[in-house]
């Protein structure tokens, strides 16, 4: 389980980003949070595996106070918070398998993972997961060779690669078109239904969201205005969160495409 207690992020401007936050995510859970730019969205995620320090409150993952850790300490529990980026954060010259492989760089002493030497289970795991979203043979691609899907799969990969309790996800579907955007949140989703993970997504689509997830936290100004099943999105509850704006066409059913989430081409 991974628990938010009275999680305070303050800048030093003053501004005050996240606001006594509160939040418990059982193991297995999906959750979206979703909310206005500026919420505090990306500096929650960032807050938990520490990226950017809390002012006050705590972490906890499986019993483990991330927040009192040392930097070696903290070093050993990243290893179990796996990270997907919006921007995909891989080294565009190295190959897809190299970039699956970086994933293990926490459990691999400095010498083996400077000369790439890893051992035959990591390798053999990196196509395991390569084949499951449909990329196994790209395994010897330039990541600079892939479309934007694509990517976010190897990036989906290099974080399971680390056998993670959690995933932090950031945006997954912000530069993907909207039929990308769809199977990309479903492969996240099943992929954690099938590994038992609990997942925090940060998205800016609602419709997304209410799709594919099975909890929603709405945010509004570091504060947490919404907490429940996606189909408490009423547009009462949208305009909490937003404003002001016609939500009814936004929460509007829509029909889910057929297509498979591993297809590899776009």
């Known amino acids: 389980m991974l628990r ?6 303050t800048y030093k401007t003053g501004d005050q980003a996240l606001k006594a936050v509160d939040l418990d995510i059982p193991e297995g859970q999906v959750l979206a949070l979703i909310g206005p730019s500026g919420a505090g969205k990306s500096t929650l995620i960032r ?8 002012t006050t409150g705590k972490v906890w993952l499986d019993g483990t106070e991330l927040t009192g850790l040392s930097s070696s300490g903290l070093r050993r529990e990243r290893r179990r918070m796996g990270m997907i980026f919006q921007e995909y954060a891989l080294v565009e010259r190295l190959s897809v398998m190299e970039n699956v492989l970086s994933g293990r760089l926490g459990y691999v002493g400095f010498w083996r993972s400077f000369l ?3 051992p035959q289970s990591d390798v053999d795991e990196a196509f395991r997961l390569l084949d499951r979203v449909g990329l196994a043979h790209m395994a010897d691609k330039r990541a600079d060779e892939l479309s934007g899907g694509q990517r976010q799969r190897v990036g989906i990969c290099r974080a399971l690669i680390q056998n993670p309790a959690v995933l932090l996800v950031d945006e997954p579907t912000a530069s993907l078109d909207p039929k990308t955007s769809r199977q990309i949140m479903r492969l996240i989703c099943e992929l954690c239904r099938e590994r038992g993970l609990a997942a925090i997504i940060n998205i800016h689509d609602v419709a997304l969201a209410q799709m594919f997830v099975q909890r929603v936290i709405g945010l ?4 947490v205005e919404f907490d429940g099943p996606p189909e408490g999105l009423t547009p009462e509850v949208l305009t909490t969160i937003y404003g002001e704006e016609d939500w009814e066409a936004t929460i509007a059913p829509v029909d889910e495409d057929e297509e498979t989430a591993v297809e590899a081409a776009e």
């Open 220 to 223: 509004r100004f570091g504060a």
């Open 116 to 118: 790439r030497r890893y």
């Open 47 to 54: 807050c938990i595996n520490r990226l950017v320090e809390p």
């Open 4 to 9: 938010l207690e009275k999680l305070v992020k």
